[in-house]
């Protein structure tokens, strides 16, 4: 069963792997066969479609309209897919965690959950196509490269630090992920993409285009600085059961056997 798990780990990471590394195998092969050809350009020189039509020009350029549309195939399932899952994961997450456990205590039937969870898939929809509508123009890069400065403003420092130090408590990690995440927003929103070329202000507030390198530090200031003020009672319980999470994260000794159903 292990090496089951471990074989399938290794598949999922490899091909992750492999998906970064033709990142720049497209990105180079982009700038020879299309970024020189006249072709794939308008009057003006530009790319047509714009620079987020450079991989879907590759492909064109080295298999086709063959090639071309299959890749198109392939990008629409997979956004398609992307979107299908996020909105379903943030219905569940707002109806079943918030709703039910949160704001209802445990006490609402499934019938609220449903209805709640259809409210919150329409919500979602406006806003991705409000958002979408917004960020039209923007470099597909660029909007991946904020989803992971936020990722690393919140989720990281809070994995990390719940993995590798002993004092961290309940309270240091909503507080401190709360700041990385709510900094790392709206240093997003002063930027240059979004406060000169999308809210068209003539100068940016915050002067960097990726706030990570500063969002990330305050999540970790804000972690270890709410963790070590901490001294009610959950937080000291919590912190007495660290070892033995974290030689049971090390080690696999004490870990539950999967049973049947």
């Known amino acids: 069963m292990l090496k089951r798990h471990v074989k399938a780990s290794s598949g999922a990471t490899g091909f992750m792997g492999y998906f970064y590394f033709l990142t720049f195998i497209i990105g180079f092969g982009a700038i020879l066969l299309v970024g020189a050809n006249p072709a794939f350009k308008d009057a003006s020189?530009?790319?047509?479609g714009g620079t987020n039509m450079a991989a879907v020009h590759l492909a064109n350029a080295v298999g086709g309209s063959t090639f071309l549309g299959f890749i198109s195939a392939?990008?629409?399932a997979t956004i398609l897919a992307v979107v299908a899952g996020l909105t379903l994961a943030g219905a569940s997450a707002v109806s079943h965690d918030l709703y039910a456990s949160?704001?209802?205590k445990g006490q609402a039937s499934e019938k609220d959950e449903l209805r709640v969870s259809k409210i919150t898939v329409?919500?979602?929809?406006v806003v991705a196509i409000a958002l979408g509508i917004l960020f039209e123009k923007?470099?597909?890069a660029f909007m991946?490269?904020?989803a992971f400065s936020i990722a690393a403003s919140c989720n990281f420092p809070i994995i990390l630090l719940s993995m590798y130090w002993s004092k961290l408590t309940t309270r240091g990690a909503m507080v401190g992920g709360w700041l990385g995440l709510l900094t790392a927003v709206i240093l997003m929103i002063l930027g240059p993409t979004v406060w000169v070329q999308v809210l068209g202000n003539a100068k940016a507030i915050f002067p960097y285009e990726y706030p990570a390198l500063f969002s990330m530090?305050?999540?970790f200031v804000g972690i270890w600085l709410f963790s070590i003020t901490d001294h009610s009672q959950q937080g000291a319980e919590e912190r007495s059961r660290f070892r033995a999470q974290f030689i049971r994260s090390q080690t696999g000794t004490g870990i539950e056997q999967g049973k049947a159903h």
């Open 45 to 48: 020189g530009a790319l047509i």
């Open 74 to 76: 392939v990008a629409f």
């Open 102 to 104: 949160v704001y209802r």
């Open 122 to 125: 329409l919500a979602l929809g």
């Open 138 to 140: 923007q470099n597909i």
């Open 144 to 146: 991946v490269g904020l």
């Open 217 to 219: 530090a305050v999540a």
